[in-house]
């Protein structure tokens, strides 16, 4: 069974087979389930942040507990949420512009920080335009939706985020899913459309955001133009982080002009929240009056998008702190293989620490959180129970003391419960 089919039956596990349920029964059931068997699970989930996400944070826990604690689970990889000029930038567009919109884009919602900030991705992606989108969840949902109807087909990779399947049931596409990364099944789906399907759009993740690996995406583009599709990838974990310049997997894999529609979020590395899609002046336009997401959302709030200019012209200068995070993330993955951990085949600033047991995961990451260190636990439905793991997320600002105590501390409780010998 793919991960996309137990996503979809995930509430299984919660309802008793008694026939048809009103839709709030399956409250109560998850209710008793977390009562009786996963409430060290919701521990972990139930983490407070007391302070700015930075390379050391105190969070209070459930219980009330306070502590600080090294922080490996900010998508936050260049530290950008507290860096100087972005935060005064933020701070002074508050004073002048106010604190939010009140507007969706296309009526009183655009400022001309708006446009300035859609200019500079365009331009840092080497694009006609661009377009934000509020939210990156929904950056997906709109750009698919809007794009894509019944009677065209869109081919995911079976690792892509939740928020592209999810616009793939709103367009009313006809969907179908290739193995992850997997370009043998990716070419045996292609061949096998009816030539008169050529509504065709191929859709990946650039870096998977539970493995940290990316996608071969000019392998995907050469499928894409042999059969006549279009590509879409969501970067949403590859901005700022892979390439030569930070400009993403198209840039790594060398095809960044042959993919027509590439999706981000402003919410990893620029730490802030909103989405964007970049491509031709004329697939922007059409966005702006069919991506419903857009339309019918309040605008984001001037001061996000002054902090956010700030992001992308640090972003353009390279000047964000891109070599140490990569020093970081070589150290942290180097010295975690070398202690006996199954760190997957991340190349990015996601590194897995792959448990394989759901009791022993949350243990662990409670143990961790416990003894100063705090990650992401990751467990079904995101991945299969079999595959659950921690999610390390690396940041430039760890210093060489928080990279070492964090390693001694998780080999230390990883060899305790047995993750390791």
């Known amino acids: 069974m793919s991960i996309i089919q137990e996503n979809e039956r995930h509430f299984e596990d919660f309802l008793p087979d008694n026939g048809r349920q009103d839709i709030f029964d399956k409250l109560e059931a998850l209710d008793v389930h977390i009562r009786q068997s996963a409430s060290a699970y919701v521990d972990g989930l139930s983490v407070q942040l007391l302070g700015a996400v930075a390379n050391r944070t105190t969070v209070r826990d459930r219980n009330g507990e306070s502590r600080e604690v090294i922080m490996l689970g900010s998508n936050s990889y ?73 009677g065209d087909v869109v081919i995911n990779d079976a690792y892509n985020h939740a928020s592209i399947f999810d616009g793939c049931a709103l367009s009313q596409a006809e969907v179908k899913v290739y ?120 605008s984001i709030p ?52 792959i448990v394989g047991d759901e009791a022993k995961l949350v243990q662990f990451n409670n143990d961790l959180r416990r003894n100063g260190v705090y990650t992401n636990i990751v467990t079904y439905p995101a991945v299969r129970r079999k595959e659950c793991r921690l999610r390390l997320c690396i940041m430039n600002s760890l210093t060489q003391q928080d990279m070492d105590t964090a390693l001694d501390t998780i080999c230390r409780l990883g060899r305790d419960i047995g993750v390791i010998a």
């Open 78 to 150: 260049l530290s950008l949420t507290t860096h100087p000029r972005v935060v005064a930038a933020c701070r002074d567009a508050c004073a002048k512009y106010g604190y939010g919109m009140g507007a969706v884009s296309l009526y009183a919602g655009t400022t001309d920080l708006h446009r300035e900030l859609e200019q500079l991705v365009a331009e840092f992606y080497g694009a006609e335009d661009a377009i934000l989108i509020p939210c990156g969840y929904s950056a997906n949902v709109g750009v698919i939706s809007a794009l894509c109807g019944a």
């Open 179 to 298: 193995l992850h990364r997997n370009l043998r099944h990716l070419e045996k789906i292609l061949g096998q459309l009816p030539e008169s399907q050529r509504g065709r759009l191929i859709v990946t993740d650039g870096v998977f955001s539970m493995d940290g690996d990316i996608a071969p995406l000019a392998d995907i583009a050469a499928l894409a133009r042999r059969y006549g599709a279009r590509v879409m990838v969501d970067d949403a974990h590859g901005l700022g982080v892979v390439g030569p310049t930070g400009r993403g997997t198209a840039e790594q894999c060398g095809c960044a002009d042959q993919v027509d529609i590439t999706v981000g979020t402003f919410s990893k590395t620029p730490g802030a929240i909103g989405g964007y899609c970049v491509g031709s002046a004329r697939l922007i336009q059409y966005l702006r009056y069919y991506a419903r997401t857009y339309f019918f959302s309040t």
């Open 302 to 353: 001037a001061p996000i998008v002054a902090g956010l200019i700030e992001v992308f012209k640090l972003l353009r200068d390279d000047a964000a702190g891109r070599d140490r995070l990569w020093h970081n993330i070589r150290y942290m993955k180097e010295g975690l293989m070398a202690r006996g951990f199954d760190t997957g085949s991340s190349e990015s600033a996601i590194i897995p620490v």
